[in-house]
């Protein structure tokens, strides 16, 4: 590092600078939607908070444990998440190893056609009339059967065997009697813990955050997920501000749908921020350290 060039150094600099504005930038809205899930309502809605509260009250918080709506769709958003990421996994393991095998013969073509889905699809219409025509409206299931495999993350998946599995490795266990069941789960699973971390990251926040699936197919209210309820607050905030302020009910209404917004928000984001920090650590492990050796 001491035989750095000054150009060397400059470059760092610079590298150095354009992160740290970068993490501002993404800091920042995070920073404010907590200061303001914590500072009273009339201080946010007049732009006096910025990156400190003002005046700290827990009435969103308050509001949100005595909305029985929003608990249950918690539980429900919980509950898709979990079901929905377990099969979201399976499907895709058992669609990516064999893609992966190279004596799969005519891998490449079932490759070929499930590439050629991510080109062309059914559209909405035709969508909601098979979910109709199988039974599954105003179900769990019309959230997690419709998006149970995205042919992007198989083809992640299927990469990843092919490129960090020496395939010298499952030929030596197939010869000492391995079945191909007992290769995937005892060889290629274990040695697949970054790339199955990342699946679980991409599955579970793509249906924590998903609320149009639900917006279509369900029509029972203690089947919604949690976004449809934060979506009715953010739509029911935008026309009390349209409708603007007239007597004092109606103002503290709109101070307590301004506290409520952002800390739902907080709640409903909560979840995965906590996710995050277990699964970093194999993003970058080296998993192949110590596999091959001779």
């Known amino acids: 590092m001491n035989n750095q060039s000054f150009g060397d150094k400059l470059f760092e600099w610079a590298v150095h600078a354009i992160l740290a504005v970068i993490s501002v930038i993404v800091l920042y809205p995070l920073i404010f939607v907590l200061v303001a899930s914590i500072s009273h309502p009339e201080a946010v809605m007049q732009g006096e908070v910025w990156l400190w509260p003002k005046e700290i009250t827990w009435m969103g918080y308050k509001k949100i444990f005595q909305n029985h709506e929003i608990l249950s769709g918690y539980m429900n958003t919980i509950l898709y998440t979990t079901v929905g990421t377990a099969i979201n996994l399976v499907l895709s393991v058992a669609a990516a190893y064999p893609l992966s095998r190279r004596d799969f013969y005519g891998r490449n073509l079932i490759a070929a056609l499930m590439v050629f889905t991510m080109f062309f699809s059914g559209g909405m219409v035709p969508t909601y009339l098979l979910v109709k025509k199988l039974g599954m409206l105003n179900s769990m299931w019309a959230l997690i059967i419709p998006g149970a495999v995205s042919v992007y993350n198989i083809l992640i998946m299927r990469t990843f065997f092919q490129s960090s599995i020496p395939y010298e490795m499952q030929e030596a266990a197939s010869i000492d009697g391995c079945s191909n069941l007992g290769i995937l789960t005892r060889i290629v699973l274990p040695l697949s813990l970054p790339i199955i971390a990342v699946m679980i990251l991409f599955y579970s926040v793509g249906h924590w955050n998903s609320y149009f699936s639900a917006l279509m197919y369900l029509t029972d209210r ?44 907080i709640v409903a984001n909560l979840p995965v921020l906590l996710l995050y920090p277990f699964l970093q650590k194999y993003f970058v492990k080296g998993v192949m350290i110590g596999a091959v050796k001779g």
């Open 222 to 265: 203690h089947k919604y997920p949690l976004q449809l309820f934060l979506r009715e607050i953010l739509i029911q905030g935008q026309m009390q501000e349209m409708l603007g302020v007239g007597d004092d009910s109606h103002a503290r209404n709109v101070m307590e749908g301004e506290a409520i917004k952002y800390a739902v928000v």
